[in-house]
T-cell receptor, first 115, second 108 residues
Framework: SAVISQKPSRDICQRGTSLTIQCQVDSQVTMMFWYRQQPGQSLTLIATANQGSEATYESGFVIDKFPISRPNLTFSTLTVSNMSPEDSSIYLC????????????FGQGTRLTVV | ELKVEQNPLFLSMQEGKNYTIYCNYSTTSDRLYWYRQDPGKSLESLFVLLSNGAVKQEGRLMASLDTKARLSTLHITAAVHDLSATYFCAVGADGLTFGKGTHLIIQP
């Protein structure tokens, strides 16, 4: 298994501000993924973060709103910029470890409330 | 675009009964995952299914995969209250596409 630590676990933020979420993995991984889970909803992939290159964003998500950093093979950050109440969600990072282990592991999530 | 459909979305059942959750997906995929989520918690991995005909069992839960039909099932046998949770299936090689989830309530 993979140990994934996310910080902060929760936060309450004022609209118009930004929050940076950190994700630390206990071993090197090529790709890290960021998901959003809106209240009562399923998970939606925001972007894939590759070390040494720009993140790849899914339809409906843009870099200006969700900038991502991936400075090394064990760490990534997701920033939620210029927040509005609609950004209130759980944000989760995830890794898929290959080739020995095909599981996708998730961090404990960051519960964000924008007021 | 890959689409994943789960049904039912809500399920209330009594302890001791059996039931099945269905997961259909629209395009060929490397693997299919089943997760459990308790309120306020992250995802707990239940099963990873990699090939046609794959069947995995853990306790009262059994998952199967039919890649030709693009269908996976999660079968619950003799349900107990502790299995109350939301169950998600997800499909993909790396970044995953999730179903909407099945909110399962098991009543004594």
């Amino acid at each position: 298994s993979a140990v994934i630590s996310q910080k902060p676990s929760r936060d309450i933020c004022q609209r118009g501000t930004s929050l940076t979420i950190q994700c630390q993995v206990d071993s090197q991984v090529t790709m890290m993924f960021w998901y959003r889970q809106q209240p009562g909803q399923s998970l939606t992939l925001i972007a894939t973060a590759n070390q040494g290159s720009e993140a790849t964003y899914e339809s409906g998500f843009v870099i200006d709103k969700f900038p991502i950093s991936r400075p090394n093979l064990t760490f990534s950050t997701l920033t939620v910029s210029n927040m509005s109440p609609e950004d209130s969600s759980i944000y989760l990072c995830s890794v898929v470890r290959r080739p020995m282990n095909t599981e996708a592991f998730f961090g404990q999530g960051t519960r964000l409330t924008v007021v | 675009e890959l689409k994943v459909e789960q049904n039912p979305l809500f399920l209330s059942m009594q302890e001791g009964k059996n039931y099945t959750i269905y997961c259909n997906y629209s395009t060929t995929s490397d693997r299919l995952y089943w997760y459990r989520q308790d309120p306020g918690k992250s995802l707990e991995s239940l099963f990873v299914l990699l090939s046609n005909g794959a069947v995995k069992q853990e306790g009262r839960l059994m998952a199967s995969l039919d890649t030709k039909a693009r269908l996976s099932t999660l079968h619950i046998t003799a349900a107990v209250h502790d299995l109350s949770a939301t169950y998600f299936c997800a499909v993909g090689a790396d970044g995953l596409t999730f179903g909407k989830g099945t909110h399962l309530i098991i009543q004594p």
